[in-house]
C-alpha cells in the first residue's frame, strides 16, 4: 500500500509537471546561482496558488527530489486530495499558521533543514492580492538565516503568474511563466531583522524581468 | 511510392547534404579554433545550422504523414507563435476571456476551415469574425483603461501566429490544374527558399554590407538583402520542377517571397525592441521561439499564397 501511495505521488508529479510545462511552458532562469545539488531556501513571490507547483517544476529532478515547500497545513489538509497531493507529491511541511497551537512552525522548518531539505518559502505570509508588487516579509526568513547561517538564501521570482490565472477567472491564459534565482543572500553578522528583510525584498524585486508597458 | 513522395525524399535528402556540408564547415571551422579564444560567431552559425536539422527533420516528416501531418505541425507552431506574443502584449484582467478563446476557439477553427479547405472562410475568419468579436468580449468586462492598445495588440498576435502561419498549410487547399496533389511541395518550396534567401542575406551582409536599410534597428544591409533575393530567385528557379510556376514563375514567386519576408523579419524586429527583448522565448535553445526562426517565412506566407491563387488557379 505505501510503496503504491509513493508510485501514485511519483505519477501525479510527474503530470503536474509535464501539464505546467505543457500549458505555460515554464522555464527556469539561473541568474545568480546554478542548478546544482546545494542546500538552498528559495523564497519567492505569491499570488497564485500555482507559485509553488510553477517552482517545483522547473527545477531538475536531483534537486527536486531535496526540495520541500513550506505550506500551510490549514490549507492542505482541507480534504483527501489535498492532503495526498501537498505531503506526498510535493513532500510539503505543513506548518500551522494559527496562533494557538502549540507547535511552533519554525521547529518544523529547522529540523527539516537539519536533515539536510532544501525548501521553498512564501515570506509574505500569504497571497498577494493588491497592486503592490511584494507585501512585508514576515519574520520567518531571518529567523531561518539566523539558526542555520550556512544555507543559501535564494531570492525566486515567479512572473507572468497573475497574468495566466487572474482571482476569479477559470480557464489558464498559456502564457509564458518565468522563474527567476536570484544571487543567494544570507543574514550579515548585527543585522536587524527589519534591515534583513528590506534588503531580501530588494533582492527578490531585483529578480523581476524588465518591466513592459 | 507515388511521384509526390518520391520527390518530397528527394528534397528532404538533398537538404540534408547541405546541412551535412554545412556542419562539416563548423566543425573544421571549430578544431582549427583555438580552444581558449571564444568565437560567438561560429557558436551562433553552429545553433543555426542545429535548428535548421530540427527543422528539415520536422517539416520532412510532417510532409510525410501528408496533410494530417501538416496541420498537426503548423497548428501547433500557431500556438507556440501566439504564445510567445500574447506573452509580451499589454492586457487587462478584462481581456481574460476574449485571449483565452483566441488560444482555444479561434486558433481551432482557423486551423479546421483551413483542413476542410473552405478558402471563403479561412482567408476573412479571423480579420472580419475574430477581430470583430473578441474586442466586444472585452469591452462587456467593461474596463476602458488602454482598451485601444489592448485590442490592437491581440489583434496584431492573432493576424501574425494564427493567420499568417495558417496560410502554410492552407497552400495545399488550392486547386492547381495539372498539378494535382502535388501541392504539399510549394510549402517545401516556400520554407526554402525564405530560409535560404535568409541565410545568404546574413552572410553576404556580413561580407559586402555596408549600407543599412533601417539603421537603430537592424544590422541588415541593401547588400546583404539584395544577394539574399537574387540567391533566392536562383534556388527558386533551381526547384521549379516542384512548382506549377515554370522556370521564370518560379524564380519571381521566390524573390516576392524572400523580398516580403525580410521586410517581415524587420517588423518583427521593431516589436521585439519596443518590448525591450532580444528573443521572443527559449524555446529553442540557443535560437530564441518560434518566431525568431520563422519570421520571414510567417510574412511570406499570406503574401504566396495570395500570388499563387491569383496568377496560377
Known amino acids: 500500500m505505501k510503496f503504491l501511495r509513493q508510485f501514485a505521488a511519483r505519477i501525479v508529479g510527474q503530470s503536474i509537471r509535464i501539464f505546467a510545462r505543457a500549458i505555460t511552458a515554464v522555464r527556469a532562469d539561473w541568474k545568480g546561482i546554478e542548478p546544482v545539488p546545494r542546500q538552498r531556501v528559495y523564497f519567492a513571490n505569491h499570488t ?13 529532478p536531483a534537486m527536486r527530489r531535496t526540495v520541500r515547500p513550506v505550506a500551510a ?139 513592459r508597458t | 511510392m507515388n511521384s509526390t513522395t518520391a520527390d518530397i525524399l528527394l528534397l528532404a535528402f538533398g537538404s540534408f547534404g547541405i546541412l551535412i556540408a554545412l556542419t562539416i564547415l563548423g566543425e573544421i571551422l571549430r578544431a582549427r579554433q583555438p580552444v581558449h579564444e571564444p568565437n560567438p560567431m561560429l557558436d551562433t552559425y553552429m545553433t543555426r545550422v542545429q535548428s535548421w536539422w530540427g527543422m528539415v527533420a520536422f517539416i520532412g516528416a510532417a ?17 507556440a507563435a501566439l504564445r510567445e506574443i500574447l506573452t509580451l502584449t499589454a492586457k487587462a484582467q ?73 496560410h502554410v498549410p492552407a497552400l495545399m487547399s488550392l486547386d492547381i490544374a495539372g498539378y494535382g496533389d502535388r ?11 525564405v530560409q535560404l534567401g535568409d541565410l545568404l542575406d546574413f552572410f553576404f551582409g556580413r561580407r559586402i554590407g555596408k549600407h543599412k536599410i533601417a539603421p537603430g534597428l537592424s ?39 524572400s523580398l516580403v519576408g525580410m521586410f517581415g523579419n524587420l517588423v518583427v524586429t521593431a516589436i521585439k525592441r519596443d518590448r525591450g527583448v532580444k528573443d521572443w522565448s527559449h524555446l529553442i535553445p540557443g535560437q530564441g521561439g518560434f518566431v525568431d526562426q520563422l519570421d520571414s517565412v510567417i510574412f511570406a506566407a499570406p503574401i504566396f499564397y495570395q500570388l499563387t491563387k491569383f496568377f496560377y488557379t
Not at chain 1, 497564485?48 to 531538475?60: F, G, K, Q, R, T
Not at chain 1, 522548518?109 to 537539519?114: E, G, Q, Y
Not at chain 1, 542555520?148 to 538564501?153: A, C, E, G
Not at chain 2, 481581456?95 to 478558402?119: C, E, K, N, R, S
Open chain 2, 183 to 193: 501541392s504539399l511541395l510549394l510549402i517545401a518550396f516556400l520554407v526554402m527558399v
Open chain 2, 94 to 166: 478584462a481581456d481574460h476571456l476574449a485571449l483565452a478563446m483566441a488560444f482555444f476557439v479561434v486558433l481551432p477553427l482557423q486551423y479546421i476551415f483551413v483542413g476542410l479547405g473552405w478558402t471563403g472562410l479561412f482567408t476573412v475568419f479571423i480579420p472580419v469574425y475574430a477581430f470583430l468579436f473578441l474586442p466586444m468580449v472585452s469591452a462587456l468586462r467593461g474596463d476602458p483603461q488602454r482598451f485601444l492598445v489592448r485590442v490592437a495588440e491581440t489583434q496584431w498576435a492573432l493576424m501574425i501566429a494564427v493567420f499568417c502561419v495558417s
Open chain 2, 219 to 257: 544590422p541588415k544591409t541593401w547588400e546583404g538583402m539584395i544577394c539574399g533575393v537574387v540567391s533566392a530567385m536562383v534556388f527558386g528557379a533551381l526547384l521549379a520542377w516542384i512548382t506549377p510556376f515554370g522556370v521564370i514563375g518560379a524564380a519571381l514567386m521566390a524573390g516576392a517571397s
Open chain 1, 48 to 60: 497564485s496558488n500555482a507559485d509553488m507547483p510553477m517552482i517545483w517544476s522547473v527545477l531538475p
Open chain 2, 63 to 79: 510532409l510525410l504523414l501528408g496533410k494530417p501531418g501538416v496541420m498537426t505541425l503548423f497548428a501547433f507552431a500557431s500556438f
Open chain 1, 73 to 211: 497545513a490549514d490549507y492542505w489538509l482541507k480534504n483527501k486530495l489535498r492532503a495526498f497531493v501537498g505531503p506526498e507529491v510535493f513532500n510539503c511541511v505543513l506548518v500551522d499558521r494559527r496562533p494557538e497551537v502549540k507547535d511552533r512552525p519554525m521547529d518544523k522548518i529547522i529540523a527539516a533543514l537539519d536533515e539536510g531539505s532544501s525548501l521553498i518559502i512564501f515570506p509574505e505570509g500569504n497571497r498577494n492580492m493588491t497592486d503592490d508588487p511584494l507585501l512585508p516579509f514576515k519574520a520567518g526568513l531571518y529567523n531561518m538565516g539566523l539558526a542555520r547561517p550556512d544555507v543559501d538564501l535564494v531570492p525566486t521570482w515567479v512572473a507572468n503568474l497573475t497574468e495566466i490565472m487572474p482571482k476569479g477567472e477559470v480557464i489558464p491564459l498559456p502564457l509564458i511563466c518565468t522563474v527567476t534565482f536570484g544571487e543567494p543572500i544570507h543574514v550579515r553578522e548585527g543585522e536587524s531583522k527589519d534591515d534583513f528583510l528590506k534588503r531580501a525584498s530588494e533582492a527578490l524585486l531585483a529578480q523581476r524581468p524588465e518591466a
